[in-house]
């Protein structure tokens, strides 16, 4: 069973497109992420939400929307995509928000954009 | 603002030894520390979580050491084999997120 599940595992689409990827968790956890992993392979957290509300917007442009239907669902909507936006895009869950507990890792979406 | 580091960023060993790896974080005000695996084109694999209060935690051959007030942690890997190879991040979690060192790429070769 996965835990944390990622779709798609890999994208590749055109500048100034939009494109979604979605996650979900079935552990039942309260809190979401999204972290982006750049070219460096350096981690940085984006988003986090907390039983469906925003709780963390790490200034990421506003290109970048967050969705979450409910607490075991964070979609990430891209519009006008550019080139910059290519990385390894991973999501994840903790049983809550405090940052005392463990966070588990989807498998990560690869996302190019030519 | 959190800075973690991780030295050293890439480490080839020879099947057998034992290695360290560091981690160095600039405010000791956490939650916890937790160490990752990560593969190549793939996702990140949780070998080990130290809570603030704890000094180290130990899973099979890894052991992982946290000294809070001088911001360190390192990661002890015993007799590593080819199947140790990755790269290893370190995360800090403070209030709400993690913050992610610059990991370090081990290889261990037969």
């Known amino acids: 069973d996965t835990a944390v599940s990622q779709t798609p595992k890999y994208l590749v689409t055109q500048m100034g497109n939009d494109k979604s990827i979605k996650c979900e968790q079935n552990?039942?956890?309260?809190?979401m992420y999204w972290y982006k992993q750049d070219s460096k392979k350096f981690l940085k957290i984006m988003f986090s939400?907390?039983?469906?509300?925003?709780?963390i917007n790490e200034t990421v442009p506003n290109r970048f929307s967050p969705k979450s239907p409910d607490k075991a669902h964070l979609n990430l909507h891209i519009n006008s995509l550019e080139l910059g936006d290519s990385a390894v895009y991973f999501c994840?869950?903790?049983?809550?928000?405090?940052?005392?507990?463990?966070?588990?890792f989807g498998d990560g979406t690869r996302l190019s954009i030519l | 603002k959190q800075e973690v580091t991780q030295i050293p960023a890439a480490l080839s060993v020879p099947e057998g030894e034992n290695l360290v790896l560091n981690c160095s974080f600039t405010d000791s005000a956490i939650y916890n520390l937790q160490w990752f695996r990560q593969d190549p084109g793939k996702g990140l694999t949780s070998l080990l979580l130290?809570?603030?209060?704890?000094r180290e935690q130990t899973s099979g051959r890894l052991n992982a050491s946290l000294d809070k007030s001088s911001g360190r942690s390192t990661l002890y890997i015993a007799a590593s084999q080819p199947g140790d190879s990755a790269t290893y991040l370190c995360?800090?979690?403070?209030?709400?997120?993690?913050?992610f060192g610059t990991g370090t790429r081990l290889l261990v070769s037969p």
């Open positions: 995360a800090v979690s403070g209030f709400q997120k993690l913050v």
């Open positions: 552990l039942g956890h309260d809190t």
């Open positions: 130290i809570q603030s209060s704890q």
């Open positions: 939400y907390n039983n469906k509300e925003l709780i």
């Open positions: 994840a869950s903790s049983k809550d928000s405090t940052g005392g507990q463990p966070q588990h």
